[in-house]
């Protein structure tokens, strides 16, 4: 994953470009070609791939499933019997089996530095 030196996230949609401050960022979804960037105030789309996203991003966020990304920090809950992450903002975010494993170990790396 490339770290990003600037502390926010660039999105150019036809003659306009919108910048979101990193830790406003909820999480990115993947809906058909476009991607969706979600924070507490905002959601907007674009043309863009996961490749695209992550070149911007710090560290910090990562892959759930392959239709989503989304920030750790916040994240409220797991709930490993649906297999949804519960964001703040109110969202419920899938986790495939096949990134389970990652994400369990984030958060357990993440509760383990509070």
């Not at 979101?20 to 674009?46: G, L, P």
């Not at 759930?64 to 920030?71: I, P, S, T």
């Not at 170990?105 to 993440?110: H, Y």
Request: overall charge positive.
């Amino acid at each position: 994953m490339h770290q990003s030196t600037h502390h926010r996230f660039k999105v150019k949609i036809g003659a306009e470009t919108f910048f979101f401050n990193h830790e406003d960022i909820c999480f990115f979804e993947a809906r058909a070609k476009e991607m969706v960037i979600k924070t507490f105030s905002a959601e907007k789309s674009w043309y863009a791939s996961f490749a695209d996203v992550f070149e911007q991003l710090p560290e910090g966020f990562m892959r759930c499933h392959k239709g989503f990304a989304v920030n750790l920090q916040h994240i409220r809950n797991f709930n490993s019997r649906d297999m949804e992450l519960n964001i703040a903002d109110g969202s419920s975010i899938p986790v495939s089996r096949s990134y389970k494993h990652e994400v369990v170990k984030a958060l357990n790396s993440m509760s383990s530095r509070t």
